[in-house]
């Protein structure tokens, strides 16, 4: 027969040793964020959709709708539009559709890029129960961001 003296006793050390983890625990410092609330900076490595690269001097975007990352694709899920504007030696870039629910991050299309004009953004904020929200445009995606940076600047600059 067990002995109720030494299993209170074993309880209570059982008890301790839990309390001390959880203590030890709780002064620890904290690795997750309350998303969606918070948000983290991925690190450099990380693979979101693909974005489009803007040229730092003219703010313009830097593909000249070549379509050769299109055809690089192994998942079909690029296509790219271009217009070739007055005064211009080559075109730009006017629709750059990518199908997000198809691709696989491989990278081939970023590779494939000899002119830097694409990147993998650290966006993770994409999910949706809506499939057409991963059909991005990213060329209408990069001019709206540069809108609302413009109206940022602007904002900041008020007296
Ligand atoms: S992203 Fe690069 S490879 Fe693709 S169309 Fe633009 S310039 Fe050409
Ligand atoms: S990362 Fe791969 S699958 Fe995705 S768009 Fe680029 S080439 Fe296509």
């Known amino acids: ?93 006017s629709e750059f559709r990518l199908d997000f629910t198809k691709c696989s991050l491989c990278g081939s299309c970023v590779d494939a890029c000899k002119s830097g004009a694409i990147r993998f953004s650290r966006d993770y904020n994409l999910a949706s129960t809506n499939r057409e929200d991963f059909i991005l445009d990213l060329f209408k995606k990069l001019e709206t961001e540069k809108v609302v940076t413009e109206k940022v600047a602007t904002e900041e600059t008020k007296p």
Do not use: W
């Open 1 to 93: 027969m067990k002995n109720p003296i030494v299993e209170v006793v074993k309880g209570f050390g059982s008890l301790l040793t839990g309390l001390r983890i959880t203590l030890g625990q709780f002064f620890k410092r904290s690795v997750t964020v309350q998303y969606p609330h918070e948000s983290i900076q991925m690190p450099a490595r990380f693979r979101g959709h693909i974005e489009l690269v803007r040229d730092p001097e003219s703010g313009k975007p830097i593909c000249f709708a070549c379509k050769v990352c299109e055809k690089t694709c192994p998942s079909d899920c690029i296509s790219v539009e271009g217009l070739k504007l007055e005064g211009e030696k080559r075109k730009s870039v």
